[in-house]
């Protein structure tokens, strides 16, 4: 088990760019596979990017060319670098860790550990 602290969020107009860190503890980082999701009032949680612990990277159509996510295993983080931000990726974004293989990367089911979630709030 791993402990995931989100930081980042914020208040950005459209077309701004925020970048989302996620902190583990409790484990040994590199074991992990990481993802993003997010949650929009009323809606369901979503994903959006997933990186593998050997730096394979997957994001929603939603994203891509938008968002970056990455990882620095030696300081036990990943991010979410968001650039090119729309009204429509106003959520609470959640880092969430797994050991297990990213064939199912975008079911939230797969991933055993979640942080609390950071807002991002993009204005019009």
């Known amino acids: 088990q791993v402990q995931l602290v989100e930081s980042g969020g914020g208040l950005v107009q459209a077309g701004g760019s925020l970048r989302l860190s996620c902190v583990a503890s409790?484990?040994?980082?590199?074991?992990?596979?990481t993802g993003w999701f997010r949650q929009a009032p009323g809606k369901e949680r979503e994903f959006v990017a997933a990186?593998?612990?050997?730096?394979?990277?997957y994001s929603a159509d939603s994203v891509k060319g938008r968002f970056t996510i990455s990882r620095d295993n030696a300081k036990n983080t990943v991010y979410l670098q968001m650039n090119s931000l729309k009204p429509e990726d106003t959520a609470v974004y959640y880092c969430?860790?797994?050991?297990?293989?990213?064939?199912?990367?975008?079911?939230?089911?797969?991933?055993?550990?979640w942080g609390q979630g950071t807002q991002v709030t993009v204005s019009s």
């Open positions: 969430a860790a797994t050991k297990r293989p990213l064939y199912g990367r975008r079911y939230s089911g797969l991933y055993d550990d």
């Open positions: 409790g484990g040994t980082f590199s074991d992990y596979n």
């Open positions: 990186i593998t612990w050997s730096h394979s990277t």
